[in-house]
Nanobody, 124 residues
Framework: VQLQASGGGLVQAGGSLRLSCAASGGTFGPYVMGWFRQAPGKEREFVAVSRGGSTYYADSVKGRFAISRDNAKNTVYLQMNSLKPEDTAVYYC????????????????????WGQGTQVTVSS
């Protein structure tokens, strides 16, 4: 399975971006699909996940970001609104072919597949 992330860019604080992650080479529907991000000098951190019809978010993005998926297009999206400079990072999509326990969805080590990352820069 290959994941291809796109949609990053430069935006002013308060603006919006929508990231896309297209999957190929597998049956997308059952996958747990998530987004992580990594800022310079920091570890990669959980942002959001779509799992079994439910969605989960990191506290830092709750209410501003929304993850969605289109299984017919094998694509997962991350709509990012009210962006802040601290959201600046490389954003990675991740996928796992089977269900994951809720207690593990924020653990990057549990995901089998990763996209190449897309840069999001929020200026103040």
């Amino acid at each position: 399975v290959q994941l291809q992330a796109s949609g990053g860019g430069l935006v002013q604080a308060g603006g919006s971006l929508r990231l896309s992650c297209a999957a190929s080479g597998g049956t997308f529907g059952p996958y747990v699909m998530g987004w992580f991000r990594q800022a310079p000098g920091k570890e990669r951190e959980f942002v959001a996940v779509s799992r079994g019809g439910s969605t989960y978010y990191a506290d830092s993005v709750k209410g501003r970001f929304a993850i969605s998926r289109d299984n017919a297009k094998n694509t997962v999206y991350l709509q990012m609104n009210s962006l802040k400079p601290e959201d600046t990072a490389v954003y990675y999509c991740a996928g796992h072919p089977n269900s994951l326990p809720i207690s593990t969805i924020a653990s990057r080590g549990r995901y089998a597949y990763w996209g190449q990352g897309t840069q999001v820069t929020v200026s103040s």
